[in-house]
């Protein structure tokens, strides 16, 4: 089972920058090594975000994205500012997010690890109406306009507005804890907050 939605693009991108190490605070920060460890204790989904340009196609395993507004429709990704992925995002001035289920793990090691031009070996492909990738069975695939970008020291954050999704409610998420994939338990999973 799953539902499919549509919305309208906003027109045209903005750029924005912000420097953090610029930041007077950035003397004060707290090493490299103990900020990533803090964020292990995160349990975030695992998602694959993907763009198509000139018949080519990137994509990388991320757990940097987030909803950003109901109305519009929008989210936010985080990607490498150096990367083709990022580079393929603005040309394209789209892209496509997958949030894996938990028996895609195979799927999400190959765009940490592999090759760019091995990554779309994994999982089975197929293409939204804008011409981005599209997963299949993923819990939740979404096709995104690019809005804005924040240009940061490191990476660029892409604000996408959604124009299509598609859903698998049934299915369970993927998730990343402690540097290691998890998933719900059955118990914790039908527990609703008191």
Known sequence: MHKIATAS???????LSL??????????????????????????????????VGGARHGRTVTALLSL????PAILVSITR????????????????A???EDQGAIADAFAGFGPADRFIAGN?????SGQPRLTGAIATLDCALAGT???DTHLLFAGVVIHTRTHPDRRPL????????????????????
């Open 125 to 129: 492909w197929e293409t939204w109406p």
């Open 19 to 52: 420097a953090c190490a610029d930041h007077p605070a950035a003397r004060d920060a707290v090493p490299a090594a103990q900020f990533t460890s803090t964020m292990s204790t995160l349990a975030s989904s695992v998602s694959v975000v993907t763009a198509a």
């Open 175 to 194: 998730l990343w804890h402690r540097r290691a994939y998890a998933g719900l338990d059955a118990a914790s999973a039908s527990t609703q907050p008191g």
């Open 99 to 101: 949030v894996l289920a």
């Open 69 to 72: 507004s109901a109305e519009p």
């Open 82 to 97: 150096d990367s083709e992925l990022a580079q393929a995002i603005e040309d394209a001035r789209a892209f496509s997010v």
């Open 9 to 15: 693009p906003l027109d045209g991108p903005h750029r």
């Open 150 to 152: 924040i240009a940061m």
